[in-house]
């Protein structure tokens, strides 16, 4: 008798465990994941978009973004969508310079929703 107590409480330990190891623990955090941005639908400030696109843009892709030596902007929104245009300002490529280092995420997020508009 005194056996099968010890054997049943015995279970229940085990049991307790698995059910704590189960559910009880804190869930695993992911790792610490770049903080998904999210660009805005419309530009908030399309007067500084303006100001940085001739401050920054201007002399590679044209007075009008009529285009230079780079492509031209002024449709750009039809071929590229606002996530595209923001990872292309940051990261830049193909003799267009990245502008992670010169512009915060929020003017890029900016520029990025102002040119997905130009159709
Ligand atoms: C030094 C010149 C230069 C500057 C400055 C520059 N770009 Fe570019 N940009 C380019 C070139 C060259 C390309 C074409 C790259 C390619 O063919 O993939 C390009 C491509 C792009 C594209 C993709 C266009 C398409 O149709 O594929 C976007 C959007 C763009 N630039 C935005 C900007 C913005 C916004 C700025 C200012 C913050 C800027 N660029 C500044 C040279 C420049």
Same mark, same amino acid.
């Given at each position: ?8 409480? +015995?279970?229940?330990?085990?049991? $307790?465990?698995? +059910?704590? !190891?189960? +559910? ?18 419309? #530009?908030?400030?399309?007067? @500084? ?5 001739? /401050? @920054? ?10 285009? /230079?030596?780079? #492509?031209? $902007? /002024? ?14 300002? !940051? /990261? ?5 310079? *990245? ?9 890029? *997020?900016?520029?990025?929703?102002? +040119?997905?508009?130009?159709?």
């Amino acid at each position: 008798m005194q056996k099968w107590m010890m054997f049943g409480g +015995f279970m229940a330990a085990c049991l $307790l465990g698995i +059910f704590l !190891l189960t +559910f009880g623990l804190p869930e695993k955090t992911a790792p610490e994941q770049e903080e998904a941005f999210v660009i805005p639908e419309q #530009p908030s400030d399309i007067g @500084s978009a303006e100001a940085i696109y001739k /401050n @920054s843009c201007l002399g590679c892709h044209g007075t009008d973004m009529q285009g /230079n030596m780079g #492509p031209a $902007l /002024n449709q750009v929104g039809s071929h590229m969508t606002k996530e595209e245009v923001y990872k292309r300002i !940051l /990261n830049g490529g193909n003799g267009m310079p *990245a502008f992670k280092e010169k512009l915060t995420k929020e003017e890029i *997020a900016n520029l990025s929703s102002w +040119f997905a508009q130009m159709k």
